[in-house]
């Protein structure tokens, strides 16, 4: 199965907010309450900030969240900080075929 | 607290075999699946597959099959990824992941798979 669409970058200034969209079809994004997103930063392991859509997990800020429309999910995070700065992606199970496929991928800037 | 913590880095020539360990601890270790994600130099990631930690069953994602195997010793709650017959294009670093349900809360620190001649 292709990998979710992903814009490659999003930039944004401190205190601004961003969002990063991830499409995918009606056989994963748009099937299954089930799109999770992952912070990875160089060099380091992904970390989960959003899951199932729109939950946030324990610890992570409220500055990140996640909402959905048909085939494509988005996460917005509000109040830019400089510790934002991040490779971000988006992943969505598939069925039991599938089960998961990740985003292409999106390296967030702060300018 | 919830940890995965991986095997060390590695360097293989083309053609040999290389064994990946994660061990978990924190929680219960049958209790949870086990993703196996790649990340091959500065590319995106990739879901390999999981490993049932109760059964001990492996499900493969589309292109790795045959050269990849699962497996577990729940005796010390590792789980392990073997790869046979390297190819140049498996350099990478692995991941493992736990899997509460349709998404991956934690994961190990990754392991960097080289295979050069």
């Known amino acids: 199965q292709s990998a979710l669409t992903q814009p490659a970058s999003v930039s944004g200034s401190p205190g601004q907010s961003i969002t990063i969209s991830c499409t995918g079809t009606?056989?994963?994004?748009?099937?299954?309450?089930?799109v999770s997103w992952y912070q990875q930063h160089p060099g380091k392991a992904p970390k989960v900030m959003i899951y199932?859509?729109?939950k946030r997990p324990s610890g992570v800020s409220n500055r990140y969240s996640g909402s959905k429309s048909g085939n494509t999910a988005s996460l917005t995070i509000t109040g830019l900080q400089a510790e934002d700065e991040a490779d971000y992606f988006c992943c969505s199970y598939g069925g039991r075929n599938t089960f998961y496929v990740f985003g292409t991928g999106t390296k967030v800037t702060v300018v | 607290q919830v940890q995965l913590v991986q095997s060390g880095s590695e360097l293989k020539k083309p053609g040999a075999s290389v064994q990946v360990s994660c061990k978990a601890s924190g929680y219960t270790f049958t209790s949870f699946p086990i993703n196996w994600v790649r990340q091959a130099p500065g590319q995106g990631l990739e879901w390999m597959g999981w490993i049932n930690t109760n059964t001990g069953n492996p499900t493969y994602a589309q292109g790795f099959t045959g050269r990849f195997v699962f497996t577990l010793d729940t005796s010390v709650s590792t789980a392990y990824l073997q790869i046979s017959s390297l190819k140049t294009e498996d350099t990478a670093v692995y991941y493992c992941?736990?899997?509460?349900?349709?998404?991956?809360?934690?994961w190990g620190q990754g392991t960097l798979v080289t295979v050069s001649s």
């Open positions: 199932e859509d729109t």
């Open positions: 992941a736990r899997d509460p349900s349709s998404w991956n809360d934690y």
């Open positions: 009606s056989s994963n994004v748009g099937n299954y309450k089930l």
